[in-house]
């Protein structure tokens, strides 16, 4: 595609379920990040895919929090047992193979509010 | 990891001005240093960027630049327009084979006034 698509644009779910958010990133690009911004916050890193390297999670905050990548492309992140303070706006972003370039691509997010 | 602190979190002011923001990493490691630019309700998109192999870089009226040896970077923004106003986030990253984690600063609002 021509940009990073991000899948549901908004979602509202009651405390306790589970919540699954896509990412489709610009196609070609090799690496893919997860990040949270809360209302008026920063970018909060959660996980970060390079090609077929494993994945860095370090940022996940819990372990109710995973993502996977399938076949290097569309990438789906997981929230368990949604609780109030995952509420945030979850962007990804993606970024071509060559080294010299540094640009993230972002997509316009999928607003999560959990009631 | 790294550990990106940005100043100020908010910033006035008037049309024409200019704006400075600063920000300040820890791992000394870094090598790439990008400004990002969130207009409200929207993506951040990148507006500039520097590598630590040079100090300094301008594009038409924003400049960045950067001190390696004491860790910190700046954007300027010169002729400030009411377009201008956004949230801005610094970031930095090692670039590696394995690619690069970016890590954000918190971001500085920037309001400019008419």
């Known amino acids: 595609g021509a940009g990073v698509s991000q899948s549901p644009s908004n979602k509202v779910t009651e405390k306790g379920k589970d919540v699954e958010l896509r990412c489709d990133p610009i196609s070609g690009h090799t690496a893919l990040y997860w990040y949270r911004q809360s209302l008026g916050q920063g970018l909060e890193f959660l996980i970060y895919?390079?090609?077929?390297?494993?994945?860095?999670k370090s940022g996940l905050p819990s372990d109710r929090f995973s993502a996977e990548r399938t076949g290097g492309s569309v990438s789906t992140l997981t929230i368990q047992r949604t609780q109030q303070e995952d509420s945030a706006v979850y962007l990804c972003?993606?970024?071509?193979?060559?080294?010299?370039?540094?640009?993230?691509?972002f997509g316009e997010g999928s607003r999560l509010t959990v009631l | 990891g790294e550990n990106v602190e940005q100043h100020p979190s908010t910033l006035s002011v008037q049309e024409g001005d200019s704006a400075v923001i600063k920000c300040t990493y820890s791992?000394?490691?870094?090598?790439?240093f990008p400004w990002y630019k969130q207009e409200l309700g929207k993506r951040p998109q990148l507006i500039i960027d520097i590598r630590s192999n040079v100090g300094e870089k301008k594009d038409q009226r924003i400049a960045v630049t950067l001190n390696k040896t004491a860790k910190h970077f700046s954007l300027h923004i010169t002729e400030t327009q009411p377009e201008d106003s956004a949230v801005y986030f610094c970031a930095a990253s090692m670039r590696k084979a394995a690619g690069n984690k970016l890590t954000f600063g918190g971001g500085t609002r920037v309001l400019v006034k008419p």
């Open positions: 791992d000394s490691a870094s090598n790439y």
């Open positions: 972003a993606s970024r071509s193979w060559d080294p010299n370039t540094g640009e993230l691509f």
């Open positions: 895919f390079q090609g077929n390297s494993a994945p860095d």
